[in-house]
């Protein structure tokens, strides 16, 4: 999309959401002025896809058996690898539509991008939803990105 015009579109020329275009506009502009200011952000679940969208990649639709299933996660970043989030999204980010800016933290066994990160600014997201679960790496890996020290 551009964001310098408001044209909240997808590099496939999807819209994040065609229902929700003022929550569109507001998450951009989120995104815009942490990166403009140095702000961490970290993305949950839509965020995730949001930002992904923000910088120029796209969405795949209609994702199988990720809604209301735990599935195991696949990184070279031992708080990640071989750990097991929950997943309650039918749109996401495969390993095609990532934007070529940011680069994949974890995937899940389908590939589908489960993390993401930002190499040069403080932007970080995760697909699942760290509040509907109680599993210790997600504060740790919280912990890492607030710190500074978040790494594959």
């Known amino acids: 999309g551009d964001r310098e015009t408001g044209d ?8 994040i959401s065609g229902v929700y275009p003022e ?8 995104i815009t002025e942490a990166v403009s200011r140095d702000i961490p952000l970290w993305g949950i ?8 969208v923000y910088f120029g990649g796209t969405l795949t639709g209609q994702v199988r058996d990720h809604v209301g299933q735990d599935h195991e996660l696949r990184s070279s970043h031992p708080l990640l690898n071989g ?3 929950n997943s309650y999204h039918n749109d ?23 993390a993401l990160y930002h190499p040069a600014y403080a932007l970080a997201a995760v697909q699942w939803h760290p509040e509907r679960q109680n599993r210790p790496y997600d504060r740790a890996l919280l912990r890492e990105f607030l710190s500074g020290m978040l790494a594959p």
């Open 8 to 15: 909240y579109q997808n590099a496939g020329g999807g819209k």
């Open 83 to 85: 750990a097991v989030c």
């Open 92 to 114: 996401a980010v495969s390993e095609g539509d990532l934007s070529r800016e940011l680069r994949a933290l974890a995937l899940s066994a389908d590939g589908l991008v489960e």
């Open 23 to 30: 929550r569109d506009r507001t998450e951009y502009t989120l």
């Open 45 to 52: 679940c839509r965020g995730l896809q949001t930002i992904n």
